[in-house]
C-alpha cells in the first residue's frame, strides 16, 4: 500500500507539472505572437476545416487575440453544441483518459449548457487532443465513429461519467464497444467497423495539428473567444470568462 500511495502521489505531482508548463507555454505564445504576424497556422488551421474567409478576415485585427479565429462555426458539426452563431464560443481540447478532462465533463459542462448553450449565448466545440497513449487516440477514433451516427455527445459523456477521479481509464477496443451499446448506437456493425477506419483519424490529426501550433501541451485546454483557460478551473472562472467575452460583444 505504501508504495500505491507514493506512485499516486507522482502521477498527481506529474500532472500539476504538465498543467504549468502547458500555463507558461500559452502565456508566453501571447505575450511574443503579435496578432497578425507570419505564423498563420496558429490563426488558421490549414483544409477545409479552417475558419471562412470572412471569419478570418475578422479575426486579423490588431487588436485581437490570435487565438480569437480558432472555432469553425461547421454549421451540422456532431461534436459541437451550440447554435454556430452564438456571440460566444469556447473551443476545448480534451482527451478521453484525462481525469480532468472527466471533471469538467461531469461537474461544469452541464450547468455552462444550462446557463448558455441552450439560451443561444455559447456555441462549444470540442477538439480531440489525444495525449496519453494508443487507447486515448483508439478512443478519439471511438468518439469520432459514434459522431457519424449522431451520437457523440451521448457517447462522450458515457466514458467521461464511468472516469476515476485519479488516473487514467482502461479503455480497450471492447470497452468502447461495450459504451456503444450503452448509449444505444444505431448500427452496431458500422460501429465496430468504423474503429478499424483510419480516415476517421485524419479529423483527430486536424485537431492536434490546430491544438500544437497554439502551443496546447495539456488537457483540458480551452479557448473562449480568444481567451486560453488552462484545466479543469471552477464553474466561477468559466462563467466570469463567457459573460466577460458576451459584454464586448
Known amino acids: 500500500m505504501p508504495n500505491t500511495s507514493r506512485r499516486t502521489s507522482k502521477r498527481d505531482l506529474t500532472l500539476v507539472a504538465v498543467l504549468v508548463v502547458a500555463a507558461i507555454g500559452l502565456i508566453t505564445y501571447l505575450v511574443v505572437s503579435p496578432p497578425g504576424g507570419d505564423d498563420g497556422a496558429a490563426q488558421q488551421p ?135 451499446h450503452e448509449v444505444g448506437m444505431p448500427d452496431m456493425e458500422t460501429f465496430t467497423a468504423d474503429l478499424d477506419d483510419p480516415s476517421l483519424d485524419e479529423p483527430v490529426r486536424e485537431d492536434l495539428r490546430q491544438g500544437s501550433s497554439i502551443g496546447v501541451s495539456s488537457t483540458p485546454t480551452f479557448v473562449i473567444n480568444g481567451e486560453p483557460i488552462l484545466g479543469a478551473q471552477p464553474l466561477d472562472t468559466f462563467v466570469e470568462v463567457i459573460e466577460g467575452a458576451a459584454g464586448q460583444q
Not at 476545448?92 to 483518459?97: K, P
Open 46 to 180: 490549414a483544409g477545409p476545416s479552417g475558419p471562412s474567409a470572412s471569419q478570418s478576415e475578422g479575426s486579423a485585427g490588431a487588436d485581437e487575440s490570435p487565438l480569437s479565429g480558432l472555432a469553425r462555426r461547421d454549421e451540422g458539426d456532431p461534436t459541437a453544441l451550440g447554435p454556430v452563431d452564438a456571440p460566444v464560443t469556447m473551443v476545448m481540447y480534451s482527451d478521453y483518459r484525462c481525469p480532468f478532462c472527466a471533471k469538467f465533463s461531469r461537474d461544469i459542462e452541464p450547468e455552462l449548457i444550462d446557463r448558455y448553450v441552450d439560451s443561444g449565448q455559447l456555441r462549444i466545440e470540442w477538439r480531440d487532443f489525444p495525449i496519453f497513449g494508443e487507447q486515448s487516440e483508439m478512443a478519439a477514433r471511438a468518439g469520432r465513429a459514434a459522431a457519424e451516427q449522431g451520437r457523440f455527445w451521448e457517447y462522450n459523456r458515457a466514458i467521461y461519467e464511468d472516469s476515476p477521479e485519479r488516473g487514467h481509464p482502461d479503455l480497450t477496443r471492447e470497452v468502447l464497444l461495450d459504451y456503444a
